[in-house]
């Protein structure tokens, strides 16, 4: 079983920048493919960004590519969100996930586990 909890939201004004963080409970953090996702209420999930196993390869949406990095650190169970030039339609609920394959997870399916999410609100 692996936990995870996400911190690092808040409220920014456009334009600026904030850091999601997911900590891992567990020893095998690094056997997952991480990610983090967005829900806005009333519409789906989607991906924004997912990590293979190594932190080697990234895959981002294109709505964000260009402005936010994730990034993970194995050694402290971690998975990182670095959000720039935040604009108001990046608002919404950050899930942080876990789930074997790059693939899957960027289509929204094959997540073993999801973090209770925080809330981005970005100000115009």
């Known amino acids: 079983q692996v936990q995870l909890v996400e911190s690092g939201g808040g409220l920014v004004q456009a334009g600026g920048s904030l850091r999601l963080s997911c900590a891992a409970s567990?020893?095998?953090?690094?056997?997952?493919?991480m990610g983090w996702f967005r829900q806005v209420p009333g519409k789906e999930r989607d991906a924004v960004a997912n990590?293979?196993?190594?932190?080697?390869?990234?895959v981002y949406a294109d709505s964000v590519k260009g402005r936010f990095t994730i990034s993970r650190d194995n050694a402290k169970n971690t998975v990182y969100l670095q959000m720039n030039s935040l604009k108001p339609e990046d608002t919404a609920v950050y899930y942080c996930?876990?789930?074997?394959?790059?693939?899957?997870?960027?289509?929204?399916?094959?997540?073993?586990?999801w973090g209770k999410g925080t809330l981005v609100t970005v100000s115009s």
């Open positions: 996930a876990a789930g074997s394959s790059l693939v899957t997870m960027r289509a929204g399916y094959g997540i073993d586990y």
């Open positions: 567990g020893r095998t953090f690094s056997t997952y493919v």
């Open positions: 990590i293979n196993r190594s932190g080697s390869g990234t």
